[in-house]
């Protein structure tokens, strides 16, 4: 099994920044991608970016705002910094991590953005 674990989600000013983390633990031998999605209330959970062990990084399209993804292998980690954040940016965002063609999903961590 593989537990993922998010965290830096919180009550921001519109135009402000948050950090997001990701920690992967349990069973990991070899996760392939890991990502960021969202979901705000009455909506379906959309990508907003995932990244590969090699580095290879997607974004949605179009870009959901000024976010940026990037992982650490050796910590088995992912962050998403998000940046200039908007009302819109309010939801909760979960991490998600491929391995050996099965998805885990982390329990969310909520960010609101404030006018």
């Known amino acids: 099994q593989v537990q993922l674990v998010e965290s830096g989600g919180g009550l921001v000013q519109a135009g402000g920044s948050l950090r997001l983390s990701c920690a992967a633990s349990?069973?990991?031998?070899?996760?392939?991608?890991m990502g960021w999605y969202r979901q705000a209330p009455g909506n379906e959970r959309e990508l907003v970016a995932a990244?590969?062990?090699?580095?290879?990084?997607k974004y949605a399209d179009p870009p959901k705002g000024e976010f940026a993804i990037s992982r650490d292998n050796a910590k088995s980690t992912v962050y998403l910094q998000m940046n200039s954040l908007k009302p819109e940016d309010t939801a909760v965002y979960y991490c998600?991590?491929?391995?050996?063609?099965?998805?885990?999903w982390g329990k969310g961590t909520l960010v609101t953005v404030s006018s």
């Open positions: 990244i590969s062990s090699g580095g290879g990084t």
């Open positions: 998600k991590a491929e391995m050996f063609g099965r998805d885990y």
């Open positions: 349990g069973s990991i031998f070899n996760i392939d991608v």
